[in-house]
């Protein structure tokens, strides 16, 4: 089975700085999809990024871009010019890419501060 | 843009009692998906649903839980019996496919409460 690991329950950052929230998740598949999602105080999960493991460039979404380490198992977000709408739970999923196992794995989340 | 809608957004109810929840999905998408994130812990995956079946389930959907699609558009989890533990916020999902490509997107979630 596989696991995510968020190894930081929170972070904080001042606005217009840079932040990198950590994720690891363990996996014997070779081929999958992670993503990020952000959930605001609204409790909404919304789509923040996500990377296909089989491409080797890291994904990038205006302010929002990823460090992708196949081999190292490892999936970081970086958020640039930090804004205070960034404020919320993070959470970082995994899902396989075989048919008929769509389930997101997720984390347990890391709450990032914007301190203004 | 299209949005996936649950209702209502919140529910209070006695142990015991049967609550339905609902979601309509994005109207062209194939897959349903049902999480569920108790206070302060991670999101769990329950249950998704396709072709008018169950395609995965998880263990925490046990036979207290069944999902259905009643008509074109709406998407319900019925919970039978409900427990104190059941307290959570639920999460509807969908999706156009049911391959990894496929981007999950979430409903606003409904807040369940069982007192």
């Known amino acids: 089975a596989q696991t995510v690991t968020q190894s930081q329950p929170e972070m904080s950052v001042q606005e217009a700085e840079t932040v990198t929230l950590s994720c690891t998740y363990d996996?014997?598949?070779?081929?999958?999809?992670l993503f990020w999602y952000k959930q605001p105080p609204s409790r909404q999960m919304i789509l923040v990024i996500r990377q296909e493991a089989y491409k080797q460039q890291n994904a990038t979404e205006n302010r929002f871009s990823v460090n992708f380490q196949k081999a190292a198992k490892s999936f970081s977000l970086k958020i640039s010019d930090s804004q205070l709408g960034d404020a919320a739970m993070y959470f970082c999923a995994y899902r396989s890419a075989n048919f008929g196992n769509e389930k997101l794995t997720f984390g347990t989340g890391t709450r990032l501060t914007i301190i203004p | 843009e299209p949005e996936v809608t649950q209702t209502p957004s919140h529910q209070v109810t006695q142990m015991g009692q049967e609550v339905i929840l609902r979601c309509v999905p994005i109207s062209n998408h194939l897959y349903f998906y049902w999480y569920r994130q108790i206070l302060g812990q991670k999101v769990e995956f329950l249950v998704s649903f396709y072709n008018n079946e169950i395609s995965e389930k998880s263990e925490i959907f046990d036979d207290q839980f069944s999902v259905e699609r009643p008509d074109g558009s709406n998407f319900t989890l019925k919970i039978r019996s409900t427990k104190l533990e059941d307290s959570a916020m639920y999460f509807c999902?969908?999706?156009?496919?049911?391959?990894?490509?496929?981007?999950?997107?979430f409903g606003p979630g409904t807040r369940l409460l069982v007192l």
């Open positions: 999902a969908s999706s156009l496919a049911g391959t990894g490509e496929e981007t999950q997107y």
């Open positions: 996996t014997s598949e070779s081929d999958y999809y």
